[in-house]
Nanobody, 118 residues
Framework: VQLQASGGGLVQAGGSLRLSCAAS????????MGWYRQTPGNQRELVADITNSATTNYADSVKGRFTISKDNAKKILYLQMTSLKPEDAAVYYC?????????????WGQGTLVTVSS
């Protein structure tokens, strides 16, 4: 399984970024996937996840600003981030879960850094 995250960078507060995660080695269209983020000294936290039936779940802190989606044909997971805040700055990781009902991912991507300037 390989998960390759990209799209991070430096953005001003209020700006937007789109993260991508290219997946291989999994049955992508059947997979539940998610985005997590982590800042130094803190635990990795769920940002959003999406089931194989496109049911989505978001952390309260990003609801209404972030959108998770899957392109099954391209095998890419996306995270569209808008109205970014300094507190959104983190390393963002994509992940795949073992089942649609699982709460803990099995595989992780390498992370992509998002920096938000105020």
């Amino acid at each position: 399984v390989q998960l390759q995250a990209s799209g991070g960078g430096l953005v001003q507060a209020g700006g937007s970024l789109r993260l991508s995660c290219a997946a291989s080695g999994i049955a992508f269209s059947f997979a539940k996937m998610g985005w997590y983020r982590q800042t130094p000294g803190n635990q990795r936290e769920l940002v959003a996840d999406i089931t194989n039936s496109a049911t989505t779940n978001y952390a309260d802190s990003v609801k209404g600003r972030f959108t998770i989606s899957k392109d099954n044909a391209k095998k890419i997971l996306y995270l569209q981030m808008t109205s970014l805040k300094p507190e959104d700055a983190a390393v963002y990781y994509c992940a795949v879960y073992p089942t649609n009902s699982a709460g803990v991912p099995t595989y992780w991507g390498q992370g992509t850094l998002v920096t938000v300037s105020s």
